[in-house]
């Protein structure tokens, strides 16, 4: 497909589960974003991927969030022992460079019950 | 760090008035701007972006947006909305040395027909 994926588009899950949200970008996109929105807030960056560079990790609320992207492609967010407060929309965004426009995916509705 | 403030939560036209939504940033060093939209049921598109050189940009579907350096500010216009401008908007500010994009909270624009 020509835009970014995401998958799943919804996921509920009891507190304390662990998550797996994963993002599919543009092909030849270098810089890949994941963002969280929560009801009421604006985008809340969590993390940065360049190419092979170290990512930065710089907006991850906790040590309980960690990603990955696997040969410059796919990334994986992972959440470990969901909280109520993790419930929200994460978005994936990739571009050329990161000073170029981000094209975002349709997101994933988290729920934690 | 760089912070985006959107002071309209939400607005209310009608149909051919003019719409300004405005967008103000904090940043003292060069910044990349941008306006997106999420249409319902859509993921976050590009409207218009400014990197440098005219300070009035203009977008897709009759949007502009001006510049203004000394008021640290960006605010996204069009002279005549329509009813299929219905959407949230967001402002977006990316400082060109570092790695995230920081966004408003968003302003939900309605149009009555």
């Known amino acids: 497909g020509a835009g970014v994926s995401q998958s799943p588009s919804n996921k509920v899950t009891e507190k304390g589960k662990d998550v797996e949200l994963r993002c599919d970008p543009i092909?030849?996109?270098?810089?890949l974003y994941w963002y969280r929105q929560s009801l009421g807030q604006g985008l809340e960056f969590l993390i940065y991927f360049q190419g092979n560079s170290a990512p930065d990790k710089s907006g991850l609320p906790s040590d309980r969030f960690s990603a990955e992207r696997t040969g410059g492609s796919v990334s994986t967010l992972t959440i470990q022992r969901t909280q109520q407060e993790d419930s929200a929309v994460y978005l994936c965004?990739?571009?050329?460079?990161?000073?170029?426009?981000?094209?975002f995916g349709d997101g994933t509705r988290l729920s934690i019950l | 760090a760089q912070s985006v403030s959107q002071h309209n939560h939400h607005v209310i036209l009608s149909e051919a008035a003019s719409l300004e939504l405005g967008c103000n940033y904090s940043?003292?060093?060069?910044?990349?701007l941008f306006w997106y939209v999420q249409y319902p049921g859509q993921h976050l598109q590009l409207l218009l972006k400014y990197f440098s050189g005219d300070p009035l940009v203009k977008g897709i579907k009759g949007f502009e947006a001006e510049f203004i350096k000394s008021k640290f500010s960006f605010n996204l216009r069009k002279p005549s909305v329509q009813w299929s401008d219905t959407a949230e908007y967001f402002c977006?500010?990316?400082?060109?040395?570092?790695?995230?994009?920081?966004f408003g909270a968003g302003t939900r624009l309605t149009v009555k027909p």
């Open positions: 092909s030849g996109h270098t810089a």
């Open positions: 977006a500010v990316n400082a060109r040395n570092n790695n995230d994009m920081r």
């Open positions: 940043y003292g060093g060069t910044v990349n």
């Open positions: 965004a990739s571009s050329f460079d990161r000073n170029q426009p981000q094209h």
